[in-house]
């Protein structure tokens, strides 16, 4: 599979000119070849083919009014008619309904918030013996290597963003040398507001909220923005101040989403998540939060991760109703309002966290192997062990807990053998405390009504 890697560049000032230069002859030739296509539309000629405007770009160098453009490298030129292709490639595609329906290609500006060119091998770009970046017509570029590349790279893009940063992206082919040995854990994954991830286990990952947290130093700025004249030099300052800000804001989220996603990864040999209406979302009052979740992105990375590693990636669709099903006994109950975090079944009497109990459900409707329920389930309390009641001094004699691997039939012959526990109603369930184990918390005891129940399938 094909990556990119990401690397910030410190080009001087001469190397920003050229860059600059490139930039706007990449958007020249680019508007160009789109209004020719465009001319050709309305007048009712046919398509106009890559050849065609190769050929068109080729004539124009040679007039006064396009010499400047031989100023650039010719591989940057071509390859925005290759962009152009593939922009109208994804347009008629979302009109068959291959991909989502994208818009018809636009003309750029120069006050877009991206400019790029890109470098293929025939362009005579390499890197040097002391680490920087040698690209045609522009020179050597300092780059701040954070990392080693894997292989060889085929394709270089050199992008400036609305910071005013550089970056230098490389295309690299990967193949099976990086897929990680076999694990047994397999997680479920409920995306939230509140907990920016609930996995199966009972683990809650708490929400950054990075918007959140920088919106006082973005009002600032962008208060700032607003008292600047327009065209003047403060003005453009202190727009490069807002959009710095706004950068360091998702270079943090993007930062944070792929700590979390590469820790699932490699500690699960397979991942389900819930295939969520972002779109939908973001259409109501908590659209800010949604935005600032940034769900899309991180679940992109974990598709990615996964077929990367050679891990197993599932999402279930949007209409399973994760939260209507009680993870223990599969009775659905209904909907319930977002306000209700935690209730008890009222088919085997277990209490039910909200979003443990859909990730629970998410990697179920995966079929993936988890455990019987959440963590904040438990059953019937046993009578515990004569070893357990005191102290001992020898660490042999020691027992902590109910051993995982014990079986039922050793629990039952223990109970039997123990003093007599006062008697429990047999309708109302205890819950475990915060300290027990998930596994201890999945099994039911012998006698229980849910030990013998056959459970209904999941017919939505």
Not at 374 to 401: I, K, M, N, Y
Request: net charge positive; proline share 7%; glycine share 6%.
């Amino acid at each position: 599979m094909q990556l990119r890697y990401s690397f910030r560049l410190y080009p001087s000032a001469g190397q920003r000119m050229a860059l600059a230069r490139a930039f706007g002859c990449v958007r020249v030739v680019f508007n160009d070849a789109l209004r020719v296509r465009e001319e050709a539309r309305a007048a009712g000629a046919p398509f106009v083919l890559s050849s065609e405007l190769s050929k068109r770009l080729t004539a124009s160098k040679k007039t006064p009014e396009r010499a400047w453009l031989g100023e650039v490298s010719s591989v940057v030129l071509q390859q925005s008619l290759r962009d152009l292709d593939t922009a109208y490639r994804n347009f008629f595609d979302g009109l068959k309904g291959k991909r989502p329906r994208t818009g018809p290609p636009r003309y750029k500006s120069r006050k877009d918030a991206r400019q790029s060119i890109r470098f293929t091998a025939n362009a005579s770009w390499r890197i040097t013996a002391g680490g920087k970046l040698r690209l045609p017509k522009i020179g050597d570029v300092p780059v701040r290597w954070s990392r080693r590349l894997p292989s060889t790279p085929s394709t270089v893009t050199v992008v400036n963003d609305s910071a005013g940063r550089y970056f230098a992206s490389f295309v690299i082919e990967t193949g099976s040398e990086e897929v990680l040995p076999a694990v047994t854990p397999e997680v479920g994954v409920d995306l939230g507001l509140g907990h920016f991830a609930v996995l199966s286990d009972g683990t809650k990952v708490d929400s950054p909220r990075f918007l959140r947290r920088a919106e006082e130093r973005l009002k600032k700025a962008q208060r700032e923005l607003s008292r600047k004249q327009e065209g003047s030099a403060n003005r453009g300052k202190a727009r490069t101040k807002v959009a710095r800000a706004h950068a360091r804001v998702a270079d943090a989220r993007r930062e944070f989403h792929h700590r979390l996603s590469t820790k699932l990864i490699r500690e699960n040999q397979a991942v389900a998540v819930e295939d969520l209406s972002v779109k939908g979302l973001a259409r109501t009052r908590l659209a800010k939060s949604v935005h600032d979740a940034g769900w899309s992105a991180f679940v992109s990375m974990l598709e990615y991760k996964a077929a990367r590693y050679g891990r197993t990636f599932v999402r279930i669709g949007r209409f399973e109703p994760t939260s209507q099903v009680c993870s223990v006994c599969g009775v659905k109950d209904g909907p319930k309002p977002l306000d209700v975090r935690e209730w008890t079944c009222e088919e085997c009497g277990a209490v039910l966290d909200r979003d443990v109990n859909a990730a629970v459900n998410v990697a179920r409707a995966a079929g993936l192997a988890v455990p019987a329920c959440g963590a904040q389930v438990g059953p019937v309390p046993v009578p515990a062990q004569r070893g357990e009641a005191g102290t001992h001094r020898d660490p042999q004699l020691r027992v902590v807990g109910i051993p995982l691997l014990q079986s039922r039939e050793e629990v039952n012959a223990t109970a039997t053998a123990s003093p007599p526990a006062p008697p429990t109603p047999p309708t109302a369930p205890a819950v475990t405390s915060a300290s027990a184990s998930p596994a201890d918390a999945c099994r039911t005891p012998a006698g229980h009504p849910s030990s013998t129940r056959q459970h209904p399938p999941n017919t939505r």
